[in-house]
């Protein structure tokens, strides 16, 4: 039951701001950003799945210690990140694909498969200033399965429903709060977000406004292991990331940028 805050600029020129926090089984060995695919997806840095070895989230044209200059073939600032629903989906004859894998091939434009061969998701792909939302919930409408969208201008949020979804507890709690901190400039935009999140930490992670989270109450053996913050301009990808030091608390996560 991850969460994401997505702010969309006014111009495909502008630069789009992405804060993700990762729901995950503890127990689920994983990898930080880093170039976890040198020969299948160079240029591309991750939070690598261990057990399936797609990602979480992804960028291509990422600045920083690890990933240096972006690569001239690789320059153009893209980023991804899935999301799994709360939906039932058929499996497919051979088994379920990894999700993962389609995050990989969000950030490299590689079309995505339709109808999907993974578990139900949202994928959130962004590429400098836009922003696109494709979601499979196990249902075809009018001869397709994914259900594509771009989003507009402004800050959205997005769990294991839509986009902005009132049902969730924790969208309804804190998207006003977010949209409150629109068009904040660098860096401070970074500090609000992640003093906003922090905030949000106050409630019991079994709370259901929380976004930093303890879902085993849930049926769900996933708590919030790291979040990550990130800018994604039509050139370049700024990415920082932090672990939570507990599994499902908020604590005193220390960031890096990759």
């Avoid at 797609?54 to 001239?72: Q, S």
């Avoid at 999907?116 to 249902?139: K, Q």
Wanted: aromatic letters at 6%.
């Amino acid at each position: 039951m991850c969460t994401v805050v997505i702010e969309v600029p006014e111009t495909p020129a502008g630069s789009t701001r992405v804060l993700a926090v990762r729901d995950e089984d503890p127990a689920r060995a994983w990898d930080p950003p880093g170039p976890w695919w040198p020969e299948t997806h160079a240029g591309t840095l991750g939070v690598r799945d261990r057990r399936a070895g797609g990602a979480w989230l992804a960028a291509r044209g990422v600045a920083g210690p690890v990933g240096g200059a972006p690569h001239p073939d690789h320059a153009s600032g893209r980023l991804a990140v899935i999301l799994n629903r709360a939906a039932e989906v058929a499996e497919p004859a051979g088994g379920f694909a990894s999700r993962g894998g389609l995050v990989l091939d969000a950030v490299a434009g590689t079309p995505l498969p339709d109808p999907p061969r993974t578990g139900p998701f949202t994928l959130v792909s962004v590429a400098g200033g836009a922003a696109e939302v494709a979601a499979w919930d196990g249902t075809i409408r009018d001869g397709r399965a994914l259900r594509r969208a771009a989003l507009p201008p402004g800050i959205h949020m997005v769990a294991h429903h839509e986009v902005n979804d009132p049902r969730s507890e924790r969208i309804a709690r804190w998207l006003p709060e977010f949209r409150a901190l629109a068009g904040l400039p660098e860096p401070e935009w970074r500090e609000a977000w992640t003093g906003l999140l922090a905030r949000t930490a106050a409630l019991d992670p079994t709370d259901d406004r929380a976004i930093v989270r303890d879902n085993r109450p849930l049926g769900y053996p996933t708590q919030s292991l790291l979040v990550c913050v990130a800018e994604v301009s039509p050139t370049a990808v700024t990415l920082d990331w932090a672990g939570f030091p507990v599994p499902g608390h908020y604590g005193t996560p220390e960031f890096r940028r990759v």
